[in-house]
């Protein structure tokens, strides 16, 4: 027979069955199935045992312990007739609870009253606004109590979510899914709740928030398409060559909360390279700001890799996302005049930064072209020192060398006027050039290379002939020198028979004796 009944409707019941079952085996429920294996058992809607196999969290040893069992509980069959049938409590109390599980979702509305909070669940009453005499016993488990804990309290007007069920002791509870602040004043007091709630855990601390980038380009945009907010955002944005990724999503009303936690994390996941995101819309009342103001969306920013930034509302509203926000602005225009504003500020610097570039450049290159004139007078000082240094010892040495062997060497003089000649026509090609560097500089080094050359061309010219005029050079021709009491002999009547002279040639000296 076919099955009617919504996959929430048989994820209730089979709830409701592994529920019973943990209590009978004394253990936690999650520990038969998870919630959300049973959420994709529903949807399947299993008919034989081989089904089961294709489904995750199924395994071999679990479908031979409860497979034949899930399959009858997900088939819809009708109560029994009671009419007909005598059945004890415990019987006729399951058959209400298998009843009961065939509704769809519930929605009741009421004020809290008398909550009693426990480590992991909670329990309160909800009384009718009008009637006070009517109301329905709830109770919160552990798998939403964290997330709701911060709305029971004692006043609140809610909307409460969940799927009603009759315990063993008589007595119908509300198994709450949801609670839903209602009116103004409960969601401010939920609102102020929630704020200190996350204040208290650091998620407002500066400290914990990323920077903004100082250059930003590529931008994922989290909004409705259809609202004003957009408009508004694309109208202030300047033409900077931004790149805008439109996320669609809704901004309030039942799926806001699950949209926006969804395209946070996709930007995230598919755009990890984007700059930032930014959360926009526009104002409303409390209600209508409601998933901007849902710790769900608060902690979707908090986990995000990418800076957040978020412009909800106009200036006087202020909302959670806001304050966990990496940066929150009053308003969408705000957050489009803000990126405007930063590049405009960045482009400011960077033509600030050019421009003194520039100008230490300038004064770096004059610098610069100051030294190399210092540099190349300096280099001028130091070969004309050389060259004079160099033209003393030589005429020293040429001095000693006529005092020494003045008939030997009379040609010397004349090398040495000479070579005296050549050092003097240099040194005044040179003044002409050092003349030429003061209205050229860029020619100081072919002109230095071209000295420089012939300098060391006619310098090897007059070494070879003063290495040809050279005693020693005499000595290795072949010719020799006489000396007498270590002076030269330059005459045969300087000696006489017996005297004891030294004949120096190129290579040693022979010691004889007149005969």
């Given at each position: 027979?076919?099955?009617?009944?919504?996959?929430?409707?048989?994820?209730?019941?089979?709830?409701?069955?592994?529920?019973?079952?943990?209590?009978?085996?004394?253990?936690?429920?999650?520990?038969?199935?998870?919630?959300?294996?049973?959420?994709?058992?529903?949807?399947?809607?299993?008919?034989?045992?081989?089904?089961?196999?294709?489904?995750?969290?199924?395994?071999?040893?679990?479908?031979?312990?409860?497979?034949?069992?899930?399959?009858?509980?997900?088939?819809?069959?009708?109560?029994?007739?009671?009419?007909?049938?005598?059945?004890?409590?415990?019987?006729?109390?399951?058959?209400?609870?298998?009843?009961?599980?065939?509704?769809?979702?519930?929605?009741?509305?009421?004020?809290?009253?008398?909550?009693?909070?426990?480590?992991?669940?909670?329990?309160?009453?909800?009384?009718?606004?009008?009637?006070?005499?009517?109301?329905?016993?709830?109770?919160?488990?552990?798998?939403?109590?964290?997330?709701?804990?911060?709305?029971?309290?004692?006043?609140?007007?809610?909307?409460?979510?969940?799927?009603?069920?009759?315990?063993?002791?008589?007595?119908?509870?509300?198994?709450?899914?949801?609670?839903?602040?209602?009116?103004?004043?409960?969601?401010?007091?939920?609102?102020?709740?929630?704020?200190?709630?996350?204040?208290?855990?650091?998620?407002?601390?500066?400290?914990?928030?990323?920077?903004?980038?100082?250059?930003?380009?590529?931008?994922?945009?989290?909004?409705?398409?259809?609202?004003?907010?957009?408009?508004?955002?694309?109208?202030?944005?300047?033409?900077?060559?931004?790149?805008?990724?439109?996320?669609?999503?809704?901004?309030?009303?039942?799926?806001?909360?699950?949209?926006?936690?969804?395209?946070?994390?996709?930007?995230?996941?598919?755009?990890?390279?984007?700059?930032?995101?930014?959360?926009?819309?526009?104002?409303?009342?409390?209600?209508?700001?409601?998933?901007?103001?849902?710790?769900?969306?608060?902690?979707?920013?908090?986990?995000?890799?990418?800076?957040?930034?978020?412009?909800?509302?106009?200036?006087?509203?202020?909302?959670?996302?806001?304050?966990?926000?990496?940066?929150?602005?009053?308003?969408?225009?705000?957050?489009?005049?803000?990126?405007?504003?930063?590049?405009?500020?960045?482009?400011?610097?960077?033509?600030?930064?050019?421009?003194?570039?520039?100008?230490?450049?300038?004064?770096?290159?004059?610098?610069?072209?100051?030294?190399?004139?210092?540099?190349?007078?300096?280099?001028?000082?130091?070969?004309?020192?050389?060259?004079?240094?160099?033209?003393?010892?030589?005429?020293?040495f040429t001095e000693k060398l006529f005092n020494g062997l003045r008939s030997v060497f009379q040609k010397f003089q004349g090398l040495e006027n000479q070579f005296i000649n050549s050092f003097n026509v240099y040194e005044k090609r040179i003044n002409q050039k050092k003349h030429k560097l003061d209205f050229s500089f860029n020619k100081l080094?072919?002109?230095?290379?071209?000295?420089?050359?012939?300098?060391?061309?006619?310098?090897?010219?007059?070494?070879?002939?003063?290495?040809?005029?050279?005693?020693?050079?005499?000595?290795?021709?072949?010719?020799?020198?006489?000396?007498?009491?270590?002076?030269?002999?330059?005459?045969?009547?300087?000696?006489?028979?017996?005297?004891?002279?030294?004949?120096?040639?190129?290579?040693?000296?022979?010691?004889?004796?007149?005969?």
């Amino acid at each position: 027979m076919k099955n009617n009944l919504s996959d929430k409707q048989i994820f209730e019941k089979l709830r409701l069955w592994r529920n019973d079952l943990a209590k009978k085996k004394h253990i936690k429920p999650f520990m038969i199935f998870p919630n959300d294996t049973l959420e994709r058992t529903a949807k399947a809607r299993p008919e034989k045992i081989e089904d089961l196999y294709g489904i995750k969290g199924w395994g071999p040893t679990k479908i031979s312990r409860y497979g034949e069992k899930i399959l009858k509980v997900i088939k819809n069959k009708k109560v029994n007739d009671l009419k007909k049938e005598v059945v004890s409590v415990k019987v006729f109390l399951g058959l209400m609870n298998r009843k009961l599980a065939e509704m769809s979702q519930v929605k009741v509305q009421g004020e809290i009253s008398d909550p009693s909070l426990r480590e992991r669940y909670a329990f309160f009453s909800l009384k009718d606004t009008d009637m006070e005499d009517y109301l329905v016993n709830c109770f919160l488990g552990w798998d939403t109590f964290k997330e709701l804990k911060d709305l029971i309290e004692e006043g609140f007007e809610v909307i409460i979510s969940g799927f009603p069920r009759i315990y063993k002791n008589g007595k119908l509870s509300l198994q709450v899914e949801n609670i839903k602040p209602v009116g103004q004043g409960a969601l401010k007091r939920a609102f102020e709740a929630l704020k200190k709630k996350l204040k208290e855990k650091g998620y407002f601390a500066p400290e914990r928030k990323k920077e903004i980038p100082a250059f930003v380009q590529n931008i994922g945009l989290i909004t409705s398409s259809k609202s004003a907010a957009i408009k508004d955002f694309k109208q202030n944005l300047g033409n900077h060559g931004f790149n805008v990724f439109l996320k669609d999503v809704s901004v309030e009303g039942e799926n806001a909360i699950g949209d926006i936690v969804s395209a946070i994390d996709y930007f995230n996941k598919e755009k990890p390279d984007l700059d930032l995101l930014i959360l926009i819309r526009g104002g409303g009342s409390l209600e209508s700001l409601k998933a901007f103001n849902s710790e769900k969306v608060a902690q979707s920013i908090i986990r995000s890799g990418l800076p957040v930034v978020t412009g909800v509302g106009h200036e006087r509203d202020k909302t959670i996302a806001g304050f966990v926000s990496d940066k929150m602005l009053s308003t969408p225009t705000a957050v489009a005049n803000f990126l405007d504003e930063n590049h405009q500020k960045l482009k400011d610097v960077l033509e600030s930064n050019i421009f003194n570039l520039n100008q230490n450049m300038k004064v770096f290159l004059k610098t610069r072209q100051k030294h190399q004139i210092k540099l190349s007078d300096n280099l001028f000082q130091v070969f004309s020192h050389f060259l004079d240094r160099y033209s003393f010892s030589l005429s020293h040495f040429t001095e000693k060398l006529f005092n020494g062997l003045r008939s030997v060497f009379q040609k010397f003089q004349g090398l040495e006027n000479q070579f005296i000649n050549s050092f003097n026509v240099y040194e005044k090609r040179i003044n002409q050039k050092k003349h030429k560097l003061d209205f050229s500089f860029n020619k100081l080094t072919n002109s230095f290379k071209d000295i420089s050359q012939e300098f060391k061309k006619q310098l090897m010219v007059n070494s070879n002939n003063l290495n040809n005029s050279n005693p020693l050079s005499i000595l290795k021709r072949g010719y020799s020198i006489t000396y007498k009491n270590k002076k030269p002999v330059k005459d045969v009547k300087q000696v006489k028979k017996g005297d004891l002279i030294n004949t120096k040639l190129y290579k040693g000296e022979i010691k004889s004796k007149v005969k």
